[in-house]
């Protein structure tokens, strides 16, 4: 049952675009006359649900700020993401695929875009509009994303950030292998024991990250004109962006970097929105709530051990039945 709104006078003021992706959660809130009202990027670390309620709980300090009342209002409410596809059947809103929300954003916001290039948490997308329409993703495998940036960014004891700063002052590429995880420290573990620089190091990842993008989802396809970086990656490192248009050969007249790039899925998901999709945001923070209780009731096994105690007795008793052993 959707939940009413005390008013109705306000209806259709605001629309809302909600990208629940698998490491973040962005919000962006449109007036009636399609300016920002209020925008929410967050990282969600697994808790979607708490994270979710968290930005409805913001924006609703927000508009109290202002003297609106978030009860009166009934929004335009579109989902997208990989993360939003259960949310939006249990509200009863649109999900639309993250690659179109995309491309709706960018007729609105760089239509003088040839090809836009976005890199996210766990998947990566080209989207050719001059030579399109042509859209692709890779949401198989984590590999040469962000997650991916994040975990060579551990293996050289820093964040993804701290690469961003060290890549600046590179001198050396190195091949790595980008497509997994895996086969990535494989190439780098050698050159850490061989004291490669980290500045050298951190450059090569983000190159390995772009030509993973551009050999795996372009296939040979050319990527001319006008390019457009979208997502949070390519938004906040710009050392992996400089990759891109290395690799691409770009000038400076063919970039393209919005300067809401990590955004775009949340607001072409605002901007699809239509009088059908209004809801109260409530129902959304409601919905996330009751997921909550439940798994908090959720039947659990107990714990192998209770207390440190009780783990450590049980590998003095383990030690102590070891097998013999002699040489052969």
């Known amino acids: 049952m959707k939940y009413v709104g005390l008013g109705t006078n306000y209806d259709g003021m605001f629309r809302l675009g909600l990208d629940i992706g698998s490491t973040t959660v962005k919000a962006v809130v449109l007036d009636r006359d399609m300016n920002v009202f209020y925008t929410d990027y967050r990282r969600h670390g697994s808790y979607v649900a708490d994270t979710v309620c968290d930005i409805i709980m913001a924006l609703a300090l927000r508009m109290r700020g202002l003297g609106l009342y978030m009860e009166k209002f009934l929004f335009d409410t579109v989902i997208t993401g990989s993360g939003g596809f259960d949310l939006a059947r249990r509200v009863g809103v649109r999900h639309l695929q993250e690659v179109i929300a995309d491309k709706v954003a960018l007729d609105v916001k760089a239509p003088e875009a040839d090809v836009a290039l976005e890199l996210g948490g766990e998947d990566s997308k080209i989207i050719y509009i001059t030579d399109g329409p042509d859209e692709r993703m890779n949401d198989v495998c984590a590999g040469g994303t962000g997650s ?146 439940a798994e908090k009731k959720l039947e659990r096994l107990e714990p192998l051990f209770k207390t440190y105690e009780e783990h450590h007795e049980f590998l003095r008793e383990h030690e102590g039945k070891s097998v013999e052993r002699a040489q052969l």
Request: proline share 4%.
């Open 148 to 293: 991916f940036i994040d975990m060579m960014a551990e293996l050289l004891n820093t964040s993804a950030d701290g690469l961003n700063y060290y890549a600046k002052r590179y001198k050396t590429i190195y091949p790595i292998a980008a497509r997994c995880g895996v086969f990535a420290k494989s190439d780098l573990q050698p050159l850490i024991n061989q004291g490669a620089k980290k500045e050298d190091l951190a450059a090569s990842i983000f190159q390995a990250v772009a030509k993973q993008t551009v050999m795996g989802l372009a296939c040979g396809k050319p990527i001319r004109g006008k390019v457009a970086f979208l997502g949070g990656p390519l938004h906040f490192l710009t050392e992996l962006r400089e990759a891109y248009i290395r690799i691409l050969g770009l000038k400076p007249e063919q970039v393209i970097v919005p300067k809401d790039a990590h955004m775009f899925a949340a607001t072409g998901a605002a901007l699809s929105a239509e009088v059908s999709d209004r809801i109260s945001v409530w129902d959304i923070y409601y919905v996330m709530k009751v997921g909550l209780d």
